[in-house]
């Protein structure tokens, strides 16, 4: 397999002391050694964002603008091998790492064109004679902490709205998927973009978050990974008070209505589970199925699961690839033996399919309230399905819960739809679909889910401040 660049290059170095394996989880074979980068480098690369700024923020949207759309031209024309090096470190499918890569490459497109929309506006006069406006400025030197489970997507998200509004970015890739994250780099290089306005560091995320959030410099920070890991960042990045947007943890719920179309409903719902091998923030951790209909939807729904095959990423015939972590895998073992000895069912799958980090896609039906899987969010490939008797029954226990990222609901009337997605209390919801997430959305949640919006015409807010001009005594000769 060709591989992209996965260092900085020589107008790019920084200190470093070392370099790590990056493995893949399939096989436990090495495909690279990449930098590891310690407290001086990152301490290096903001200054050179620090230096990098003031120019970039003074170049013409349209300069920005037409540098973003080289880059996701860039990623269109390598897009082959990019697929290539998503699978081979994260190890999703082949097909779902091209889908993620015209995905992120979307986003680009998007914000290119966010960046000559920035626009202020006037403001009504205070006092006689007297002409006041509001601009936005970009914020400043920007951190984007990204996750394993959509290695390129997210750091195009993040970085491409930042690079739209004025501001330098620092990317901090998951340990376990640099790859991807050089591999962008390298193609933002070869777009044009000047020196230490978009760069890559590998290394130590407690080291990382201490330098980031004690420099006063790094103005923003935008993070996607576990609620756990965001809350600590949150409040060590209140002692320089910077601004945050963060994508924490899901724990979804879809509600399934005995209106519904049943094979539809299955459907949505096997997309809404097993994308990404369920490794997805957005996945159905939890199916709430009305009475009415559970039966025959758990044995469609476990035919569908039992139909799926397991195996390497690159591998054509593959619907669902190892887990990027053994942790995830160990977490679905959890699940499942704890809800089994609780009275579920297995429907498909079960524990003793789990080998490494390969995990056999399983389904469990009654499920109840206070199992670990219908408390905690899974990340993995193993589905629980609970009974429900009525809408303010589900709805109370679909918002039992400390996250609010997304949730589904599943019903062909159309004022249960509004009801529902009314009082569900989530950033998110989708009606009658599981594919609802784009560069038009604000993508966020609620509660212990998140702060702030990506994608949509708020995202590019996340890294503009507010500046309010008055002139005074207009009148006076």
């Known amino acids: 397999m060709e591989l992209l660049p996965t260092e900085p290059d020589a107008r790019h170095s920084l200190p470093s002391d070392e370099a790590e394996l990056v493995r893949d989880p399939a096989t436990g074979k090495c495909l690279a050694r990449v930098t590891y980068h310690g407290q001086d480098a990152m301490r290096a690369a903001i200054d050179e964002a620090d230096r990098a700024f003031t120019a970039w923020r003074s170049r013409l949207a349209e300069e920005r603008r037409t540098l973003l759309r080289a880059w996701a031209e860039a990623i269109r024309r390598e897009s082959r091998v990019l697929a290539q090096v998503l699978s081979a470190e994260q190890g999703k499918p082949l097909a779902e790492a091209v889908g993620e890569i015209a995905y992120g490459v979307a986003f680009i497109d998007w914000f290119a064109d966010e960046a000559i929309r920035i626009c202020g506006q006037s403001m009504t006069a205070h006092k006689p004679s007297s002409l006041g406006w509001v601009s936005k400025q970009p914020v400043g030197i920007t951190v984007a902490i990204t996750p394993w489970n959509f290695p390129m997507a ?21 340990p376990e998927t640099p790859l991807s994250a050089f591999a962008l780099y390298a193609l933002a290089k070869d777009a044009g973009f000047p020196d230490g306005v978009f760069q890559v560091l590998h290394g130590d995320g407690e080291q990382f978050a201490d330098v980031i ?4 410099r790094v103005r923003a920070v935008s993070f996607t990974g576990s609620t756990a890991i965001g809350k600590k960042l949150y409040a060590q990045s209140g002692a320089t008070v910077k601004k945050i947007s963060m994508e924490l943890g899901g724990h979804a719920p879809a509600i399934v209505f005995d209106d519904v179309d049943l094979d539809a409903a299955v459907d949505s719902c096997m997309s809404a589970k097993f994308a990404t091998s369920g490794q997805d923030c957005l996945a159905a951790n939890r199916i709430y199925v009305q009475r009415g209909i559970y039966d025959a939807f758990c044995d469609r729904f476990a035919r569908r699961v039992s139909a799926l095959k397991v195996g390497p990423g690159l591998s054509p015939d593959t619907d669902i690839g190892p887990m990027t972590k053994q942790t995830v895998a160990d977490k679905c073992r959890s699940h499942i033996d704890d809800a089994v000895h609780q009275g579920a069912r297995v429907l498909a799958g079960g524990s003793s ?4 980090k390969f995990v056999t896609p399983t389904a469990l039906c009654d499920v109840s309230d206070d199992m670990l899987i219908a408390r905690e969010e899974t990340f993995g490939p193993v589905a629980a399905i609970l009974p429900f008797n009525d809408e303010a029954e589900v709805v109370r226990r679909a918002n039992a819960s400390e996250m609010g990222l997304a949730a589904y609901v599943f019903t062909a009337d159309l004022n249960r739809a509004l009801r529902c997605s009314s009082a569900l209390e989530y950033g998110m919801v989708a009606v009658n679909t599981a594919s609802f997430t784009g560069p038009p959305v604000p993508f966020g949640g609620w509660k212990e889910s998140g702060l702030g919006r990506e994608g949509s015409t708020f995202g590019i807010d996340e890294f503009l401040e507010p500046k309010y001009v008055c002139f005074g005594d207009l009148a006076r000769v």
């Not at 750091?155 to 901090?172: D, E, Q, S």
């Not at 959030?213 to 006063?216: E, K, L, R, V, Y």
């Open 353 to 356: 399919g789990i080998c490494g």
């Open 154 to 174: 997210m750091i195009a998200r993040k970085a491409a709205a930042a690079l739209a509004a004025g501001c330098p970015v620092i990317v901090k890739p998951a």
């Open 213 to 216: 959030s004690a420099d006063c």
